[in-house]
């Protein structure tokens, strides 16, 4: 198979380079070279896609499959899906079930109504940007385009740093704010398992929307801290917090506390996605402490100091806000 990634120096991208190497297949990354990351087997391009211009070494070649993990302006994935629709067979692009027009139903499809968004747009909202991209490389591959939508992704080398912050917190000990319920049920899966089911589904010619994310209550909040703690090593203790108590404190879900989404909360539904199409189709979830374990071992070996994507805040929670809560419950 020859494959062109458009990306792959970082996190999921990562993932599907390391995955398509091991299958043995020809892979060729697009970038802007500024990852350090890039194995000997893999040829790399240098460009900027939001120059049109730098595409061009892509326009004498032939591709079997094209894998794209763009979020930036659509008319990026717009001029790369034009140049390469008489040139590759097939086109997968790593969406987002943020796709999906707010507020998103508890048990969401894959036929859920999308963002209003356009193809041509020059920017938006992550959203927008992500629903123009699938309507430009749809229009351009038709049925040989595959959109994942993926929630929660987590694992090695994430860059985003929800669960490294977890393992992390985990890690220093002591009394640690968990928010509850403990059996509050998660959706997620490890970019190494997003990474092998696009490939697989590329491969085998797949096309249209699939929610690509483990089935509800593959893990819970309880499971996941309970792994982080194991895979740590550490003697903390888990002080669980009510949705109220976190709310009355003025803490931000997904964001302060990353992962966790209270139960009324009204994007729920990104742990509450309808995946049994992508399952029928094959995709598979490892269990969340292997994940977890995973990249607790990648973590160690970057000095527990993750690097971060810069166009992005940092998540988590501050110190002092997360003893001033475990103090307000010790003294109700």
């Given at each position: 198979m020859r494959l062109l990634v458009l990306g792959g120096s970082s996190f999921a991208g990562r993932a599907v380079v390391e995955d398509a190497v091991a299958r043995g297949w020809r892979v060729t990354t697009f970038n802007r070279g500024r990852g350090v990351w890039s194995p000997t087997?893999?040829?790399?391009?240098?460009?900027?896609?939001?120059?049109?211009?730098?595409?061009?070494?892509?326009?004498?070649?032939?591709?079997?499959?094209?894998?794209?993990?763009?979020?930036?302006?659509?008319?990026?994935?717009?001029?790369?899906?034009?140049?390469?629709?008489?040139?590759?067979?097939?086109?997968?692009?790593?969406?987002?079930?943020?796709?999906?027009?707010?507020?998103?139903?508890?048990?969401?499809?894959?036929?859920?109504?999308?963002?209003?968004?356009?193809?041509?747009?020059?920017?938006?909202?992550?959203?927008?940007?992500?629903?123009?991209?699938?309507?430009?490389?749809?229009?351009?591959?038709?049925?040989?385009?595959?959109?994942?939508?993926?929630?929660?992704?987590?694992?090695?080398?994430?860059?985003?740093?929800?669960?490294?912050?977890?393992?992390?917190?985990?890690?220093?000990?002591?009394?640690?704010?968990?928010?509850?319920?403990?059996?509050?049920?998660?959706?997620?899966?490890?970019?190494?398992?997003?990474?092998?089911?696009?490939?697989?589904?590329?491969?085998?010619?797949?096309?249209?929307?699939?929610?690509?994310?483990?089935?509800?209550?593959?893990?819970?909040?309880?499971?996941?801290?309970?792994?982080?703690r194991a895979a740590t090593g550490s003697d903390a203790t888990l002080t669980w917090a009510t949705p109220q108590q976190i709310a009355d404190a003025g803490i931000e879900p997904w964001t302060e506390l990353p992962i966790w989404l209270p139960p009324d909360h009204e994007y729920r539904a990104m742990h509450a996605a309808d995946v049994e199409k992508a399952h029928a189709a094959g995709l598979t979830t490892r269990p969340v402490e292997e994940t977890v374990a995973d990249t607790w071992a990648w973590l160690e070996t970057v000095a527990r100091d993750p690097p971060l994507r810069a166009d992005l805040p940092a998540p988590g929670l501050d110190p002092v806000r997360e003893q001033a809560l475990l103090f307000a419950q010790r003294t109700e």
């Open positions: 087997e893999v040829e790399r391009v240098v460009g900027d896609r939001l120059e049109p211009a730098t595409l061009a070494p892509l326009a004498a070649r032939e591709w079997d499959l094209v894998l794209d993990t763009w979020s930036g302006a659509p008319r990026a994935a717009r001029d790369a899906a034009e140049l390469l629709a008489p040139r590759a067979g097939h086109y997968t692009y790593i969406s987002s079930c943020s796709v999906y027009a707010p507020p998103p139903r508890v048990g969401l499809d894959e036929e859920d109504p999308t963002v209003e968004a356009s193809p041509d747009a020059e920017g938006g909202e992550y959203a927008e940007c992500k629903r123009g991209a699938e309507l430009a490389i749809e229009r351009a591959f038709g049925d040989r385009a595959l959109l994942l939508r993926p929630g929660l992704i987590l694992g090695p080398h994430e860059d985003v740093g929800r669960l490294p912050w977890w393992l992390l917190r985990l890690a220093r000990g002591g009394e640690v704010l968990a928010p509850g319920p403990a059996d509050q049920p998660l959706q997620l899966i490890d970019a190494r398992d997003l990474a092998r089911f696009a490939l697989d589904a590329a491969a085998a010619g797949r096309s249209g929307a699939f929610n690509a994310v483990s089935r509800r209550g593959h893990a819970t909040m309880g499971t996941l801290l309970e792994a982080a």
